[in-house]
């Protein structure tokens, strides 16, 4: 019919006890592959409060994502605090 190198690529037959190990573990998320990438909802914050003259107030991972975002983009670190310091 058609000529090896036309011909639709099969996946090869995986043995039932990789099927079945692959069910049980959990995907991983890839926030975890990529070391913790900052939400939208951090960047959202932080150039919310900067457009609004506001000092953002955070708290555990949420303060250290505001704070890496600051961090790379130049911000004043004073514009991101923590609640305790209220």
Do not use: W
Not at 41 to 55: G, I, N, T
Request: charged share 25%; net charge positive; proline share 9%.
């Amino acid at each position: 019919m058609f000529p090896a190198s036309m011909a639709p690529k099969r996946e090869p037959a995986t043995p039932l006890r990789n099927v079945a190990t692959r069910r049980a573990r959990p995907a991983i998320p890839v926030a975890d592959i990529l070391g913790g990438v900052p939400s939208f909802a951090h960047f959202e914050a932080v150039a919310l409060a900067r457009s609004q003259k506001c000092k953002l107030v955070s708290a555990k991972k949420g303060l250290s994502d505001c704070q890496s975002i600051a961090k790379s983009n130049g911000l004043p670190k004073s514009d991101i605090i923590k609640i305790k310091d209220i």
